[in-house]
Nanobody, 112 residues
Framework: QVQLVESGGGLVQPGGSLRLSCVVS????????LDWHRQAPGKQREFVAS???????YYAESVKGRFTISRDNPKKTVYLQVNNLQPEDTAIYYC??????WGQGTQVTVSS
């Protein structure tokens, strides 16, 4: 059984930064990849970034160079550092475990 709890969202101005966190409870943290997805208002959910249990990372083209995914295995936590945020990054950001379990999401709003 896996549960994911995200935090770190908020309201930032364009060009700002945030660090999103996702704490994974249960015994399956090391048994799968961990992804971040997002859903903007009126749009479908989309993939943002992924990190495998070996530390390999993958990013959507729209966030490459601005977002960085990382994981702290002893803390069972995955992070998403989001820099140079733009209004189009406004969305609910979800953490997703490789078993298909989703967190409840954390809201990121980019506005001046």
């Amino acid at each position: 059984q896996v549960q994911l709890v995200e935090s770190g969202g908020g309201l930032v101005q364009p060009g700002g930064s945030l660090r999103l966190s996702c704490v994974v409870s249960g015994n399956l943290f090391m048994l799968g990849s961990l992804d971040w997805h997002r859903q903007a208002p009126g749009k479908q959910r989309e993939f943002v970034a992924s990190i495998t249990r070996f530390g390999n990372t993958y990013y959507a083209e729209s966030v490459k160079g601005r977002f960085t995914i990382s994981r702290d295995n002893p803390k069972k936590t995955v992070y998403l550092q989001v820099n140079n945020l733009q209004p189009e990054d406004t969305a609910i950001y979800y953490c997703v475990h490789g078993t298909g379990v989703w967190g409840q999401g954390t809201q990121v709003t980019v506005s001046s």
